[in-house]
């Protein structure tokens, strides 16, 4: 069993930073794949980043790259989302999420995640 909670949501300016962070329980936080995922009031979720159980790679939706980062800190059990020049569309409810031995390319899928954080909201204004 894995528990996740996110922190760092809150309200920005447009052009502004902030960093998320989702802290794991468990002791193999090292074997998942983890990823960041959103969703905004009538749209669907969508996968933000992933990375993988190592940290060596990541993946990145077009519409973050180059202005998201995603780490892990496997020793603290910790995976983060810096997040810069923040646009009004980046608003939404961000989640992490992990998939046991996921490749960055299954945790953008989205599907089969095997735990969810409650989420923490994000919200850019213009």
């Known amino acids: 069993q894995v528990q996740l909670v996110e922190s760092g949501g809150g309200l920005v300016q447009a052009g502004g930073s902030l960093r998320l962070s989702c802290a794991a329980s468990?002791?193999?936080?090292?074997?998942?794949?983890m990823g960041w995922f959103r969703r905004s009031p009538g749209k669907e979720r969508e996968s933000v980043a992933a990375?993988?159980?190592?940290?060596?790679?990541?993946r990145y939706a077009d519409s973050v790259k180059g202005r998201f980062t995603i780490s892990r800190d496997n020793a603290k059990n910790m995976v983060y989302l810096q997040m810069n020049s923040l646009k009004p569309e980046d608003t939404a409810t961000y989640y992490c999420?992990?998939?046991?031995?996921?490749?960055?390319?299954?945790?953008?899928?989205?599907?089969?995640?095997?735990?969810w954080g409650q989420g923490t909201q994000v919200t850019v204004s213009s």
């Open positions: 468990g002791r193999t936080f090292s074997s998942y794949g």
């Open positions: 990375i993988s159980a190592s940290g060596a790679t990541t």
């Open positions: 999420a992990s998939k046991y031995t996921g490749t960055t390319a299954q945790v953008m899928g989205v599907a089969g995640m095997d735990y």
